[in-house]
């Protein structure tokens, strides 16, 4: 009986965090990405890449905490750790991002 | 068996060096008397300058130096300095970051130093530089 209901739990843990996935977008600076219906996104975290062979972690405060569904994300054009990169122009993003379906 | 496991290994290994996410740290100024700086693990640093401290800026190669021990300190033998060469040396290797009487800079800049590497000053102010500017990013994953 106690391990019917440990795998009960299992289980429940499982389809609550099935719910979840996480995945990766690139866009351009000032390009925007729109949430898809009955989902909502929320960026774990957010690269810069201005062609070089390296990476900038950016701030998640340049993003919203949550994207609603149909809401479209804007990437900044300009943010401050550009200044970190040898090559400004045509610089994108590398978002990781947490989609969650709504229920 | 084995050689499928190393194959696995080393592609594991590759694509976590190949990630190349770096986050900023701080900016620091390093003065031509400070002691010599070693970059810490899981940092790396981006010299973005490199300061002058002669009168004149440029210099030209030919017969306008002296063998000097400048980087002794760091264990580097007598070398075959120019007038103002704006010297620094990175993991033993004297660089200059003068500008040659022709136009150009002997060594151009940014300059990536990965971790734990060693960057040694002099304090001529006929021949090193006065100090450099870096960038230090933590390396994440």
Redesign the interface.
Same mark, same amino acid.
């Given at each position: 009986m106690k391990q019917f209901i440990l795998s009960l739990i299992l289980l429940g843990c499982g389809a609550y965090h099935a719910q979840d996935t996480s995945f990766v977008k690139s866009a351009y600076g000032g390009s925007s990405l729109t949430v898809p219906e009955g989902v909502s996104w929320e960026i774990e975290k957010a690269f810069i890449n201005g062609g070089d062979g390296y990476n900038i972690l950016v701030s998640n405060t340049n993003f919203k905490p949550v994207y609603a569904s149909g809401e479209k994300l804007q990437t900044p054009y300009y943010m401050a750790e550009m200044e970190l990169l040898d090559k400004k122009d045509g610089v994108y993003y590398i978002l990781y991002i947490r989609q969650q379906i709504n229920k | 068996m084995r050689n499928l496991l190393l194959v696995i290994i080393l592609s594991t290994v590759l694509i976590n060096w190949a $990630?190349?996410?770096? $986050? *900023?740290n701080q900016a620091k100024i390093i003065s031509n008397t400070d002691p010599p700086q070693t970059v810490p693990a899981g940092k790396v640093w981006k010299i973005e300058s490199v300061f002058s401290d002669a009168s004149a800026d440029t210099y030209a190669v030919d017969g306008s130096g002296a063998t000097q021990a400048f980087f002794s300190a760091c264990g580097i033998p007598s070398f075959y300095f120019h007038y103002y060469g704006r010297y620094l040396a990175i993991n033993s290797i004297p660089l200059s970051f003068g500008i040659h009487s022709a136009g150009h800079q002997m060594t151009n800049l940014?300059i990536w130093v990965p971790a734990g590497s060693t960057i040694c000053t002099c304090t001529s102010a006929s021949y090193c530089a006065r100090g450099y500017s870096v /960038?230090e *990013?933590n390396i /994440?994953p």
């Open positions: - | $990630q190349g996410n770096l $986050q *900023f940014p /960038i *990013f /994440i």
